[in-house]
Every structure is written in C-alpha cells, then in structure tokens.
C-alpha cells in the first residue's frame, strides 16, 4: 500500500480537551484514527503532545506525512509500522515524545494500520489475528468512580469501582452492566444523601459515601442482579493509590470533607488492602500501591493466588518496566494502554512478553475517550481477554458495539 494523503487535525475528547485525529488516505481508502487522554497518568508515561503544543504536533504529523509519501514508502504488513517510527525517532531524540507527542505517534500508527487492513480487504481484528479463531474479550466496567476522575469535592479516594460480568456474549455483560449501573444509582439515590447524580470522566457514577461503604453497596447490586437475571458479576477496584501517596504515606479522605481522614504507611497499607479485598471478595486489584512499590505488588501477586493484581500506574505499557515487574513477581495482571507508550510496535512487544509469562492482559480506554473504535480491534486482533471500556457514554459505547458487530460477524 501506499499513501496518497496524511492530515492531522484537532478535535475534543470526552472531556472537551483538545486531542488529535490523523487521516490517512490511499487511492479510495480513508482511514481515521484519534487519540485518548489520561487524567490519572502515571510517571513513566510518554508526553501525550509536543512540549510545544497540540499546534507543533500537528504541524509534525503533516510534514513527516509528506516525508512518508514523498519517500514512497509501502506498507503492507504490522511490522511495517516501524518505518514510522524510525522517521519519528530520526527527529525526536527525546526519551518521551516530547517533540512529536505520544499521542500523535500513536493517532498515525492506528490510521495507517487500519489503511493497510483495508488495503487487503480485511477487518482491522481479522488482519491481525491472522486466522487464528477470534475471542471475544470479557468487559470491565467502570460503574462508580472518584479519585481524579472528578472535580467535585467530595468523592471516594479509590479511582475506580469495577463490575465484571461472566456472560456468554459481551451483549449480555452490556446489558447486564447496564443494569447494574441503573441499580447502583438507584441505591446511590437512597442512600448517599449529597449524591446528585454527577458522573465521572468515564460516565461513571460519583458517590460521595467512603470508599468501603461503595464496595457493601455494590455488593447489593450484584446479589439483586443475580437474582433478577441469574448472572454472576465480579467485582474489582482501581485503587490508583498514588493519587493518595504523598512519597511517605497514604493520606486517606483528603478528596472529601466528611471522610474520615487517615494516613498509612507501607506496611499498613499492604495489611489494609489484603482485608479490602478478602472482605469484598475483589477479583481484580488494581495499582493497590504507588507507582514504584514493586515489592508491596509481589507480596501481594504470591499471597493472593486467585485475585488478579494488576500493574498500570506500575507498569504503563512501558517494556522495561514490565520486564521488572515480572521478574520481581509484582503482577499476574497488566493493563495494555497504547497511547501510555505511543507506539504499536512498542505496545505489542509489552501484549507479547506479557503472554510469554503468563500474565493476564487488560486492554483499556482512558478517561479522555473519543469515539474511535481501534482498541475494540486491539484487543480481539492480539487475543486480549480483558477490556477496561466504561459502562455508558458515546464514547465508551463505540467500543462495547464494535465489539458487539465483530462477535456477530
């Protein structure tokens, strides 16, 4: 394949923050690909946009586009993705994207990689599983959530409260996550006195009660839901924990005025999450610790046999690092965020080496979503069997109906 057209343009995500879309046209194919955000990011994240603005990376985008076509380079296979990068690494020397932007690496990447899929006539998923049998990733929904998700005043410390059902079809953990969510406002309606229906970034539902009373209240959600539809939902926790970690102790209620506030140590921490997750019988547990406590996660990977641990703020797609969580014993878990390293080739070397060792992938959006479907494609093309998505919102459904379309197909 080769590329007639390359133009990068501004458009706003989910939460109205500029973000950037490339187009990529060959002959009569035009294919489009944009980029998310994270509010919670973690450290070794790469710079989202050029230190010189959204304008410069752009302007980038638009002239190593001509640099691509004038160069007539070809595409045709995923691996050939690394002549773009090779272009990008020639002019930005930064360890981080911080010329180019991670983002606008990763919006290019995606729009030609689903030019090259349809250059062949081929769905973007079935391109990339190469005619393996495809699987259909279980959904992970966000139903409550506060942390920095939301501005309001007062709101749980823990990031994310996760509704993970076991269906057949991802239609039926749809709509039964759907109806966990309407059931989950209702009790919020009746029991959270200052609930007033605020949503977070990723339309979640932004409860005011503490932390653990979220965790007994969704508990009565799942038993109604089982009741009424005969489906189990398991139940998991985005801690995000170092949103709270200030480099010496965990300060808890400090995102509300009505919380009791506390402070934590390492020790007490661990102790602390060990009893939230046996209480509530989490499945998943999410960066229950900060960002570079890699001996706190393997504590936890070998105590906690069967509850999934999973590395995000830790790990951040970034090899090298999730290189050493393995080898530490840190994670049986890991969350795959493509633009949290810009490059596909980069992403699929860390879905690889996590396949390799046997920890369980996570695809997942971010917090500043827009309606582009790729990762949908992502996660059934690189047999992913988790997706992170949200539960409602347009932008979070664009993924769950594509995947609702690919498993129909």
């Not at 500029?18 to 955000?37: F, G, M, Q, Y």
């Not at 991670?102 to 990447?109: D, I, K």
């Not at 949290?340 to 879905?351: N, P, W």
């Not at 347009?394 to 594509?402: F, G, P, S, T, V």
Request: with cysteine; charged share 30%; net charge positive.
């Amino acid at each position: 394949m080769q590329i007639n057209r390359i133009f990068a343009s501004k458009i706003l995500n989910s939460r109205k923050e500029e973000t950037i879309s490339v187009l990529v046209e060959s002959n009569n194919i035009k294919a489009e690909a944009s980029a998310p955000s994270g509010k919670s990011k973690g450290m070794h994240e790469v710079k989202d946009l050029s230190e010189k603005g959204i304008d410069f990376s752009i302007l980038f985008i638009n002239v190593l586009g001509r640099k691509i076509i004038n160069d007539n380079i070809r595409f045709g296979a995923f691996e050939d993705i690394e002549k773009v990068e090779e272009l990008v690494k020639h002019y930005d020397k930064t360890k981080n994207f911080g010329f180019i932007g991670g983002n606008s690496l990763y919006a290019l990447e995606a729009a030609i990689l689903k030019a090259i899929a349809e250059s062949q006539k081929q769905e973007l998923y079935k391109f990339l599983l190469q005619n393996k049998t495809k699987k259909i990733p279980r959904l992970v929904g966000n139903c409550i959530g506060g942390g920095l998700h939301i501005k309001q005043k007062e709101k749980t410390d823990w990031q994310e409260f996760l509704l993970i059902p076991k269906t057949k079809t991802v239609s039926d953990a749809s709509f039964i996550n759907i109806r966990a969510y309407e059931e989950a406002k209702s009790l919020l309606a009746e029991k959270d006195k200052k609930f007033r229906n605020n949503l977070t970034d990723e339309n979640a539902l932004a409860s005011t009660l503490d932390n653990e009373s979220v965790l007994v209240l969704l508990e009565e959600v799942i038993k109604k839901i089982k009741e009424k539809f005969g489906i189990t939902i398991d139940l998991g926790v985005d801690f995000a924990s170092s949103s709270f970690w200030n480099g010496l102790k965990y300060h808890y209620g400090n995102f509300s005025e009505d919380m009791k506030q506390k402070t934590l140590v390492k020790k007490e921490q661990t102790e602390y999450m060990f009893n939230v997750i046996k209480k509530h019988n989490l499945i998943y547990a999410e960066d229950a610790f900060h960002q570079e406590d890699f001996s706190s996660f393997a504590n936890m990977t070998k105590k906690l046999k069967n509850v999934m641990v999973v590395g995000d703020d830790l790990t951040c797609t970034i090899y090298e690092r999730v290189e050493r969580a393995i080898k530490e014993g840190s994670i049986n878990a890991l969350i795959i965020k493509p633009n949290q390293v810009g490059s596909l080739i980069e992403t699929k070397k860390v879905v690889d080496l996590a396949k390799k060792n046997g920890i369980t992938t996570i695809i997942s959006h971010r917090s500043g979503e827009t309606q582009d479907n790729f990762i949908s494609h992502l996660a059934v093309g690189w047999e992913i069997p988790f997706i992170k998505t949200g539960i409602l919102g347009k932008e979070r459904l664009a993924k769950i109906n594509e995947l609702i379309r690919i498993e129909k197909n």
